[in-house]
């Protein structure tokens, strides 16, 4: 079982930057793929970015390229995830996921392989 914990969240202004961390609860946090998505209330979760188990491979939504840095220490079982530029459009709740069963060069860019989730951390931007 893994146990997942978002933390970093919070209110800042528009422009601004947040780095949002994932505390894992896991023997071998290298053997998983791990990945941010965020979503609103009502509406679909959707994908932010991705790591790979060793940190070689990352890949980003196209709306947050640029601007958003993945990133994990798996001696210290973390994953973060950097925020720059934000914008009001980047207020929601964001998650963390893991997943173990990945086998391509990158974790999946969808919600329904992740096997774990954190319960989330809000973001909110003001403009």
Do not use: H
């Amino acid at each position: 079982q893994v146990q997942l914990v978002e933390s970093g969240g919070g209110l800042v202004q528009a422009g601004g930057s947040l780095r949002l961390s994932c505390t894992a609860s896991v023997r071998t946090l290298s053997r998983y793929g791990m990945a941010w998505f965020r979503q609103d209330p009502g509406k679909e979760r959707e994908f932010v970015a991705a790591i790979s188990r060793t940190g070689d491979n990352t890949i980003y939504a196209d709306s947050v390229k640029g601007r958003f840095t993945i990133s994990r220490d798996n001696l210290k079982n973390m994953v973060y995830l950097q925020i720059d530029s934000l914008k009001p459009d980047d207020t929601t709740v964001y998650y963390c996921a893991a997943d173990r069963g990945y086998s391509d060069t990158y974790p999946p860019a969808r919600p329904g392989p992740y096997e774990y989730w954190g319960q989330g951390t809000q973001v909110t931007v003001s403009s």
